[in-house]
């Protein structure tokens, strides 16, 4: 079946500009984690939604990033006002209701912030 | 939540056993151990997961000792193509609210 699907693959953009990045989990999964890795470096965590449940926006590193999961499913990644800091590899995985492995992520969307 | 150590890099060569260990002093009662591997431009791959003892698959095999202070994954005869970033994850996987937290792995080279 489909995995995660994230898009787009690669975004290159202004510094100053807002982003926007999508994330379509697996069917029926219930949590979603958004993970960033910059360039060498483990994967940090960003956010995480599990079903209706209020999401753990802990690792979100300021207030220029939200995000939101439409319907429990669909998620997007917004960064407004990018820095060149942002650039990162952005990760998505889901699960089926958040406990056990992480067996699917999605292979990421690449910020080049310029 | 428990801190992992684990080395930082790795040089093997192919056809050799790799067994990669991770230090997990504070682990908690309720806690599992995760392997995970990571390919260039490519989100992580779950590998392994135990509690105590030894846990095989068709991969990796997970040990466990008795204290479960640490954890070795061992990966039998390599081949180029596991060449990766190796993650190991100490956490409660129950409960519906458990968020993986990756280190900076164990970059494994595996040369011909």
């Known amino acids: 079946g489909a995995g995660v699907s994230q898009s787009p693959s690669n975004k290159v953009t202004e510094k100053g500009k807002d982003v926007e990045l999508r994330c379509d989990p697996i069917?029926?999964?219930?949590?979603l984690y958004w993970y960033r890795q910059s360039l060498g470096q483990g994967l940090e965590f960003l956010i995480y939604?599990?079903?209706?449940?209020?999401?753990?926006k802990s690792g979100l590193p300021s207030d220029r990033f939200s995000a939101e999961r439409t319907g429990g499913s669909v998620s997007t990644l917004t960064i407004q006002r990018t820095q060149q800091e942002d650039s990162a590899v952005y990760l998505c995985?889901?699960?089926?209701?958040?406990?056990?492995?992480?067996?699917?992520f999605g292979s990421g969307t690449r910020l080049t912030v310029v | 939540l428990a801190k992992t150590t684990q080395p930082i890099s790795m040089d093997s060569y192919e056809g050799q056993e790799v067994n990669i260990t991770c230090s997990h002093n504070?682990?908690?009662?309720?806690?599992?151990i995760t392997w995970y591997q990571q390919f260039p431009s490519q989100g992580p791959r779950f590998i392994i997961q135990?509690?105590?003892t030894k846990v095989t698959n068709e991969v990796a095999s997970l040990f466990i000792p008795a204290d479960r202070k640490s954890s070795t994954l061992s990966l039998p005869r390599v081949s180029l193509s596991d060449t990766a970033v190796y993650y190991c994850?100490?956490?409660?996987?129950?409960?519906?609210?458990?968020?993986?937290?990756f280190g900076r792995g164990t970059s494994l080279i595996v040369h011909p």
């Open positions: 995985a889901s699960s089926l209701d958040g406990s056990g492995g992480l067996n699917d």
């Open positions: 069917s029926g999964h219930t949590a």
């Open positions: 939604f599990q079903g209706n449940s209020a999401p753990d």
């Open positions: 504070n682990i908690a009662t309720n806690d599992y």
């Open positions: 135990g509690y105590k």
């Open positions: 994850l100490v956490g409660d996987i129950g409960g519906g609210s458990y968020i993986p937290t």
